[in-house]
């Protein structure tokens, strides 16, 4: 149990690799084990990163990658536990856990692993929620990282149309994304704020973009979010709680030649001799085999990493060219108003003319009948008097 324990405070630990691989519920055999270290030496890789490499080489039988995939599924599980805790709860059950280690006094290094826990990283909130959602909706997070594919071919066609279209779905996926892993945050007691949301869209467009980027969210073990620039591959070394095996590894030698050194592990130094001295007595031939072929991987590598940055780049020249029309549109629209605005101005103007000259108008037709009903009273007065004079 401790060998586990020291495992996910540091991947690197090849000694709690090593006992955890060797006891039940694993029990890989001392052969394989021996292969596994061997191609994680060559390939300069932890062993856990180098088990998953293991899986995929030709030298590990059936058996052994089976019950390899068994451990690298505990491991992922078993670091899962606290990453998939609210960020709120996530320092306590960390605490919580060091302690009980520390507890086992009779067990040796456990001080020291205890404080090694206790400095383990909180994931941040944007990384624990898009965690939540990969464990909710995984099929969500597949479906959006499978736009990569789609976008690399319709930009090998030259499909304008196709990556404007892409670029849509992309948008509307994202969006769908967010929404419902703040609603998986909100049923958490978790409310994500904008700065967090932002992250989050970033770390998303980022696993459309790059390979890495897609395992680390797919995997659901991130700690910190993740930005593509769109021309190298998105570094994840420090964004995942454990490495994963499935992101491609850097292309080495997986030759039958050093089969020999992966046969056990020495003690005196004699099989390493014997396989440097075999390694040594290659021809050139195959040395430069092998030189064409990682100057093929790599090529192809770097194509890849041009297709990705080109699809970025035309997918923002595509978000221009329809905001610099939108803003066209909407300067025609202003001025169109603009112009009506003046009209109605002048409209309102005239009424306002049209209406003082009315009441003008009125005001003098008001007084010119006061004055005739005035003249009009004097001569009916001055006719009664008339008439009382005769």
């Known amino acids: 149990m401790l060998a586990w324990v ?30 596994v270290i061997a191609l994680a030496r060559r390939r300069k890789l932890d062993l856990v990163a180098g088990l998953g490499a293991a899986t995929e080489s030709p030298q590990v039988p059936p058996e052994a990658r089976e019950r390899i995939e068994r451990f690298v599924t505990l491991h992922r599980n078993a670091a899962a536990g606290l990453d998939g805790l609210a960020p709120d709860a996530f320092t306590g059950a960390r605490n919580a856990r060091a302690k009980a280690v520390a507890a086992a006094k009779t067990t040796e290094g456990a001080r020291e692993l205890a404080a090694r826990i206790r400095r383990l990283p909180k994931p941040s909130v944007p990384a624990w929620s898009l965690n939540m959602l990969a464990r909710a909706e995984p099929g969500m997070l597949e479906d959006l990282v499978a736009l990569r594919n789609r976008f690399a071919e319709a930009q090998r066609a030259g499909d ?44 998303l467009r980022a696993a459309v973009a790059d390979a890495n980027a897609a395992a680390a969210v797919r995997s659901g073990l991130l700690v910190r979010p993740l930005t593509a620039s769109g021309f190298e591959p998105v570094d994840i070394a420090d964004a995942v709680a454990v490495p994963l095996p499935d992101v491609p590894a850097p292309a080495a030698d997986e030759s039958v030649a050093d089969e020999s050194a992966a046969q056990g592990v020495p003690a005196d130094g004699t099989r390493e001799r014997r396989r440097t001295e075999a390694t040594a007595s290659r021809t050139s031939k195959a040395a430069e085999e092998r030189a064409r072929r990682a100057a093929k991987e790599a090529v192809s590598a770097a194509e890849e990493r041009v297709r990705a940055s080109h699809d970025l780049l035309e997918s923002a020249d595509i ?27 002048e409209e309102t103007a005239a009424l306002d003319r049209e209406r003082r000259a009315a009441r003008h108008e009125r005001d003098k037709a008001e007084r010119e009948a006061e004055r005739a009903a005035l003249a009009l009273e004097r001569a009916r007065r001055r006719q009664e008097s008339t008439r009382a004079g005769e």
Request: charged residues 30%; hydrophobic residues 45%; aromatic residues 0%.
């Open 319 to 345: 978000r221009v060219r329809d905001a610099s029309a939108q803003a066209t549109r909407l300067g025609e629209e202003e001025s169109r108003l603009r112009k009506r605005l003046t009209e109605v101005a």
């Open 160 to 203: 304008r149309a196709g990556l404007r279209a892409l670029d849509s779905t992309r948008h509307e996926a994202i969006s769908a994304a967010l929404q419902k892993a703040a609603a998986i945050a909100a049923d958490a007691g978790t409310r994500l704020g904008p700065q967090a949301t932002q992250d989050m869209e970033q770390t």
């Open 6 to 35: 020291r495992l996910l405070v540091d991947p690197h630990d090849a000694a709690a690799v090593v006992r955890a691989l060797a006891r039940p519920p694993i029990e890989l055999r001392q052969a394989h084990l021996a292969r």
